[in-house]
């Protein structure tokens, strides 16, 4: 995509929020605050975790966002408070030109027939005490959208399509293996033709060898339906692979937001730059050659993050200013945003 | 070079109400003192019941060590009574475990579980375990070492209980650590934190380390030789550098081949491996691997291969497989170009639209299930 000059210049002070018509969700200066009560009868609220705390970025209709970060950095909470799964503190979620945060239950159960979930936990995100074919059912019957023969026809199709054999709607997900089980988490999504779909860390729960296999059929099914992704995980090699764009996270703010090649080549903010350097190589020829960036410390508490920018705690790059100013989140290169003041190498 | 550890065709069982579990099935390999060696498989495939086995920590029942030697040092300690092991988990051989948070004791500060083995094995008195426990805090790069040795576990976080843990694995000075899935708990960051250490350490010290992951990368930069397991058994053994560049079973080129690589230009579709991985309560009887490989043929669903040499390959290469071996179809195979059959491809993929394995078998001896 080109970008005019003129055109750079008038958004390159501003966030990460610009409309280029193809945007199917815009979130804007996000926040998500837990509140921290003490006192049993009268509780006080004595403090906030705050798990996301302003953060900008939008997602283009038919790509693959992928959102890095280590836990604890508020991804998830990104991604369920997206969906309306949390209540945000402040900011605007907006998706196909709705903005979700102010709707009503009615019309927001209507939106989230477009937009589905994909868990971590293959295990704990199916009932135990469902059969297959009511847990992928239930979304259908929930929207009105099939019900008797229809919907079991329907769920035989859904298990056809994430490559189960249809003739199992009638066990249970302990029956399953995994890899089997995160299937299901995929049909149960699919249920109900979304264009938008939430997948948080989908893989870290499986082995290897069955991580490729989960990966391939999330990206034959974007393709085949056309599917836009918010793809949560901590695995950067893997977001590698599958994301068009990706935005990298560290304690409730976003620092850096890049096309994947763009992010992974040159990335500007020290903060991805040790992250990539600490990934190890499955090679070790190349293993040996590396310099490695060993971050000092641990990630500071969100309750009460770093004054100025969140990072200069752990940054060798950090001087006086970082400890002050917050950084703005600023777009140095053509849609490559960045938190920094010291960016690039 | 006299060898540290030389275990010998290990059967590690689990007795439970379905069957017998065969965890370890005749699991052989040798190290020399100082040596870096790295077991990479997957969850299930025995490397953490090998590495239990060799402190003698299977709990009995269910779980049993039915045949085999573990030579340390020159005992054997599956001949040990319980006191002599004793004296030696701890001591001369330490362990790391995956989870710090469950491994240690949360209501006991950090210096009290430190000099509870100095005390006991090498018998220093209260006033001295202090001291070398706050020098093997520095050690392992704990701030403000002093102060923090009397803090409980919940004080610190999952990397500095980690660093703790080492802390405890160094304390007398062992010839062997195994360190079980070190790192696998916590963030990308503090895994290069620690394995940073753990290189240090084991460089300074002298000490044998048996890495045990399923992260490829990580052994990669860490150890100079692995062995890679497979449905309990050792399926490749090969120097880190040769595993890499030449590896000789395919279960090991399905892994280089499913796993994206940070450093990958460009957008290429993953190969993942097929198929689920055995049922250790009755495996298949050929080749372990062999329901879910592309490049199988007759022979692998008759017969079990041996761990034997390959030809064109480093002398002390050798794998689990009758297409590498001498005379095998796949001496010549590039792994990297040719992913197999597609015929049996397709045949796999239809066993992961099934039931897994240990299913089956339970609906085969006949069990009832809820009707629809």
């Given amino acids: 995509m080109t970008v005019q000059p003129d055109e750079f210049i008038q958004r390159s002070r501003s966030t990460a929020t610009f409309d280029s018509g193809k945007n199917l969700l815009d979130v804007k200066a996000l926040k998500m605050h837990f509140p921290l009560t003490q006192g049993i009868i009268f509780q006080r609220q004595v403090g906030a975790v705050r798990a996301v705390d302003g953060i900008d970025f939008f997602v283009e209709k038919g790509e693959t966002l992928g959102l890095v970060g280590e836990s604890g950095c508020g991804k998830s909470t990104t991604g369920r408070a997206i969906l309306q799964l949390y209540k945000p503190t402040s900011g605007e979620v907006v998706f196909d030109g709705v903005e979700l945060t102010k709707l009503g239950g009615e019309s927001m159960r209507k939106m989230r027939r477009r937009m589905q979930m994909i868990f971590q936990d293959p295990y704990a995100s199916l009932n135990p005490r469902m059969t297959v074919g009511n847990i992928i059912g239930e979304p259908l019957e929930v929207h009105n959208l099939a019900s008797g023969k229809a919907k079991t026809e329907r769920v035989q199709e859904l298990l056809k399509i994430v490559g189960l054999n249809p003739y199992f709607t009638n066990r249970y997900p302990h029956e399953f293996s995994g890899g089997q089980r995160q299937r299901i988490g995929v049909a149960r999504a699919l249920a109900v033709e979304p264009e938008f779909i939430v997948a948080d860390e989908p893989i870290s729960a499986l082995d290897v060898s069955i991580q490729a296999q989960v990966i391939n059929l999330l990206e034959e099914l974007q393709d085949k339906f056309k599917l836009t992704y918010l793809f949560i995980a901590h695995d950067l090699s893997v977001v590698r692979h599958i994301s068009d764009r990706v935005a990298v996270m560290y304690l409730g703010k976003i620092v850096e937001l890049a096309d994947r090649v763009d992010l992974y080549e040159h990335p500007l903010h020290p903060y991805s730059q040790a992250l990539l350097s600490a990934v190890p190589i499955p090679d070790p020829a190349v293993e040996g050659k590396r310099k490695r960036i060993i971050l000092t410390g641990d990630v500071p508490s969100p309750v009460n993050p770093p004054t100025g920018c969140r990072f200069h705690t752990r940054c060798w790059k950090a001087q006086e200013i970082c400890s002050e100013v917050d950084p703005e989140f600023i777009e140095h290169a053509p849609r490559h945003w960045a938190a920094c003041h010291f960016p690039g190498a | 070079m006299p060898e540290l550890l030389e275990v010998k065709d290990l059967k590690t069982q689990f007795f439970t109400r379905d069957g017998v579990v065969h965890a370890v099935d005749g699991v052989s390999f040798e190290l020399a003192a100082g040596e870096t060696l790295g077991i990479v498989g997957e969850s299930g495939c025995g490397k953490s019941v090998t590495a239990l086995s060799l402190m003698r920590l299977i709990p009995q029942p269910p779980g049993k060590i039915v045949e085999g030697s573990i030579m340390f040092d020159g005992q054997d300690v599956l001949k040990m009574d319980d006191d002599d092991v004793r004296a030696i988990r701890?001591?001369?051989?330490?362990?790391?475990?995956?989870?710090?948070m469950t491994s240690l004791n949360p209501v006991l500060t950090i210096s009290r579980q430190i000099s509870e083995a100095l005390e006991l094995h090498?018998?220093?008195?209260?006033?001295?375990?202090?001291?070398?426990?706050?020098?093997?805090?520095?050690?392992?790069?704990?701030?403000?070492?002093?102060?923090?040795?009397d803090d409980y576990p919940h004080q610190f976080s999952g990397g500095m209980r980690q660093r703790v843990m080492i802390a405890m694995a160094l304390s007398c000075n062992p010839k062997l650590i195994l360190a079980d899935e070190p790192t696998t708990a916590l963030d990308v960051t503090i895994q290069a934190q620690i394995l940073d250490l753990l290189k240090n350490l084991a460089r300074e010290f002298?000490?044998?380390f048996i890495l045990i992951t399923h992260d490829l990368g990580v052994v990669a930069g860490m150890t100079q030789r692995i062995h890679v397991m497979y449905g309990g058994q050792i399926v490749e053994k090969a120097d880190t550098g040769e595993l890499f560049a030449n590896p000789k079973m395919p279960y090991t080129w399905g892994l280089l081949r499913s796993i994206p690589r940070l450093d990958e230009s460009r957008k290429a579709k993953l190969l993942p491996i097929e198929g689920l991985p055995p049922d250790l309560i009755a495996p298949p009887p050929g080749c372990r691997f062999e329901p879910r490989c592309q490049y199988r043929r007759e022979i692998c669903a008759q017969q079990v291969p041996e761990l034997k040499h390959i030809p064109n390959a480093k002398p002390d290469h050798e794998a689990r497989c009758f297409g590498t071996q001498e005379g095998g179809w796949l001496a010549n195979t590039d792994w990297r170009q040719d992913v197999g059959n597609a015929k049996e491809l397709e045949a796999i993929k239809l066993e992961v639209a099934d039931l897994p394995p240990e299913m089956k078998r339970i609906e085969a001896a006949g069990e009832t299930r809820p009707s629809p």
């Fill in chain 2, 206 to 208: 002298r000490t044998a």
């Fill in chain 2, 122 to 149: 090498l018998k220093m008195d209260k006033a001295e375990a202090k001291k070398r426990t706050i020098e093997l805090l520095e050690l392992v790069n704990i701030p403000s070492a002093k102060k923090r040795a």
């Fill in chain 2, 90 to 100: 701890g001591n001369n051989i330490a362990m790391i475990f995956q989870d710090p």
